[in-house]
T-cell receptor
Framework: DTGVSQDPRHKITKRGQNVTFRCDPISEHNRLYWYRQTLGQGPEFLTYFQNEAQLEKSRLLSDRFSAERPKGSFSTLEIQRTEQGDSAMYLC????????????FGEGSRLTVL | QQQVKQSPQSLIVQKGGISIINCAYENTAFDYFPWYQQFPGKGPALLIAIRPDVSEKKEGRFTISFNKSAKQFSLHIMDSQPGDSATYFCAASKTNRDDKIIFGKGTRLHILP
């Protein structure tokens, strides 16, 4: 069990470019979550999947954001036409439905939009 | 509307002292109340958690006190150590529905050596 892994750890991009982040959850976990964390704030929920189904999306997830989990394993979060306000840490977490309720977090992907 | 309110924003405690962080929630449907610890550049990690059917849970130097009627809970760190310096988040979720966690805004704790 290698834990939740995220890639890339850091991404610097220019405004207007598209970026994609990948998350590999703990292998037996069927739930996967994306959160966004800005400096000095707590993580804010963006969206979550159970297996390959996206079951909830926050109003924070604008039309420029899209998340997928095509085979119920890894997930991608794409941001199109990035804006400076998108600069944040994007955290992925996973859990097992019917488990303890604990979310296991990755170390995050830090996005800087210039 | 902030569902989980945390205080203080920052806290400085002498080594060996007691660190206390408070949290209040609004939704009585929450049934799981974890505290997460986060070090700079790392993701949050579960420290300790409680369910509303108990009023206190202790794990080593860390204790959660839970007051269901007041909709409040707190984290106590006994014999605080410099290695405890981190940001702490209280949180809540409805595990009978999903495991989506709602976080407080965090408390930055600094333990003086």
């Amino acid at each position: 069990d290698t834990g939740v892994s995220q890639d890339p750890r850091h991404k610097i991009t220019k405004r207007g470019q598209n970026v994609t982040f990948r998350c590999d959850p703990i292998s037996e976990h069927n739930r996967l979550y994306w959160y966004r964390q800005t400096l000095g704030q707590g993580p804010e929920f963006l969206t979550y999947f159970q297996n390959e189904a996206q079951l909830e999306k926050s109003r924070l997830l604008s039309d420029r954001f899209s998340a997928e989990r095509p085979k119920g394993s890894f997930s991608t979060l794409e941001i199109q036409r990035t804006e400076q306000g998108d600069s944040a840490m994007y955290l992925c977490a996973s859990s097992l439905a019917g488990g303890t309720g604990e979310l296991f977090f990755g170390e995050g992907s830090r996005l800087t939009v210039l | 509307q902030q569902q989980v309110k945390q205080s203080p924003q920052s806290l400085i405690v002498q080594k060996g002292g007691i660190s206390i962080i408070n949290c209040a929630y609004e939704n009585t449907a929450f049934d799981y109340f974890p505290w997460y610890q986060q070090f700079p550049g790392k993701g949050p990690a579960l420290l300790i958690a409680i369910r509303p059917d108990v009023s206190e849970k202790k794990e080593g130097r860390f204790t959660i006190s839970f007051n269901k009627s007041a909709k409040q809970f707190s984290l106590h760190i006994m014999d605080s150590q410099p290695g405890d310096s981190a940001t702490y988040f209280c949180a809540a979720s409805k595990t009978n529905r999903d495991d989506k966690i709602i976080f407080g805004k965090g408390t930055r704790l600094h333990i003086l050596p």
